[in-house]
């Protein structure tokens, strides 16, 4: 017999194998870290963002309403959380002469940076004018990120704030 470089047809299934299984080890990886991104209270995608997108020319003319209302928000946590986590928000609403905005309808989505998927929505009532409030769950410290939107009448103004509730860790 000369020397032959056939494999034996028992040897024949080990590269189609290991084809095979990498590839089913590749699928099952994959799956796991879209599982484990899917669950993660931490990942967050905005939602509506294609929407939003689709919508920037109302964006921008909103922008330009803003500017000329000259409306300013300020949005203060109390330093305290109750038994539930909630906390009195406070947000004044102030005109371009710094008077208060009477008689607003107040509506805010808040949350919390490090869980942006966890987002709540509140109306505030008018405790005094020009001052709203209301008492979302702001249990965790850090940064929250509130959006609000402030109707009185026909003009809307919208504003972003980002409050820091609790101690800040980066201040001594």
Not at 23 to 31: E, I, K, P, Q
């Amino acid at each position: 017999m000369s020397g032959s470089s056939e494999t034996s047809p028992r040897h024949a299934w080990i590269w189609p194998a290991a084809v095979v299984g990498s590839l089913v080890l590749f699928v099952a990886m994959y799956l796991t870290v879209i599982t484990i991104a899917g669950r993660d209270p931490h990942f967050s995608i905005e939602p509506d963002y294609y929407e939003k997108s689709m919508r920037w020319d109302e964006t921008a003319a909103q922008l330009r309403v803003n500017q000329r209302l000259g409306w300013s928000v300020e949005v203060e946590p109390d330093a305290h959380a109750g038994s539930l986590g909630e906390r009195r928000l406070v947000c004044r609403v102030f005109d371009r002469d710094r008077q208060p905005v009477q008689g607003a309808t107040v509506h805010l989505i808040t949350f919390h940076h490090a869980f942006a998927a966890q987002r709540m929505e509140l109306t505030l009532a008018e405790e005094s004018p020009g001052v709203y409030v209301g008492t979302p769950r702001m249990a965790r410290p850090g940064l929250w990120e509130c959006r609000a939107t402030v109707r009185r009448g026909a003009e809307t103004f919208t504003h972003v704030a980002v409050v820091q509730v609790g101690p800040n860790p980066w201040r001594p």
